[in-house]
């Protein structure tokens, strides 16, 4: 049977909501609701690392990962209260580069995020595009970033986001050599647990003004709903 995985990837939880880009901005309301909708749906969701330390069955199953991009300080203040308020495991993509300037979360936020169960996953140094970059400033980016949160959380980290979703086949064999076990993209779709690749995990996009059933559906299926007045 099959054993699939849906990501869901989100970047600010902002009190108001901006009209900025409505796949980068959720309100803390509306998170809330997202969040209470697919509880009650009985989704099972799972952090990064207990996905896949997952032993498939022979029952079909579907887990569903919650990840923020980036390490925006407006995750400590709205989204994590919500994810413990739920029991939520989720993963949190930090930008080392980025600890403590305005608008971000501080390194003590991130120590103790990951103390109370928040899964801290890599997003480089600076968040460049890392295929317009030479072997070794990738390498730099991607080696370096791991580095610096585990020596700040004092564990391993396993879990890599590529910036913007960008990529290219050194990248790939970069993140696997740095010790990495996963690696998302911006790619839409189902990951099945057998036969994924690992290091290019498919993940959809929150969205400002998504109705209930095209929350549900992208839980489910990993795509957006196709175009329905829904
Ligand atoms: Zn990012």
Redesign the pocket.
């Given at each position: 049977m099959d054993n699939l995985f849906t990501i869901i990837g989100y970047?600010h939880v902002t009190e108001f909501l901006l009209p900025i880009s409505k796949k980068l901005y959720i309100s803390v309301a509306d998170f809330e609701k997202e969040m209470d909708l697919l509880v009650g749906q009985g989704i099972e969701f799972k952090g990064l690392k207990e996905v896949q330390n997952y032993k498939p069955s022979t029952q079909k199953s579907l887990q569903t990962v919650l990840t923020f991009?980036?390490g925006y300080s407006n995750f400590y203040h709205h989204a994590f209260p919500i994810l413990r308020r739920y029991q939520l495991p989720a993963v949190l993509?930090v930008?080392t580069e980025e600890l403590g300037q305005p608008d971000y979360c501080t390194r003590e936020m991130v120590k103790e995020m990951h103390k109370k169960g928040i899964e801290i996953g890599a997003?480089t140094l600076n968040?460049f595009k890392l295929s317009t970059l030479t072997q070794e400033e990738q390498w730099k980016e991607i080696y370096n970033s791991k580095r610096l949160l585990e020596e700040l959380i004092d564990d391993e980290v396993t879990s890599f986001?590529y910036?913007?979703g960008d990529y290219d086949e050194t990248t790939v064999k970069l993140v696997q050599k740095a010790g990495f076990h996963n690696a998302v993209t911006t790619e839409i779709g189902l990951n099945h647990h057998q036969k994924c690749d690992w290091f290019r995990l498919a993940r959809v996009a929150s969205e400002a003004d998504d109705t209930k059933k095209r929350i549900i559906y992208k839980a489910v299926n990993g795509v957006y709903l196709p175009n329905t007045n829904l």
């Open positions: 970047h991009d980036d993509y930008i997003h968040h986001c910036p913007y």
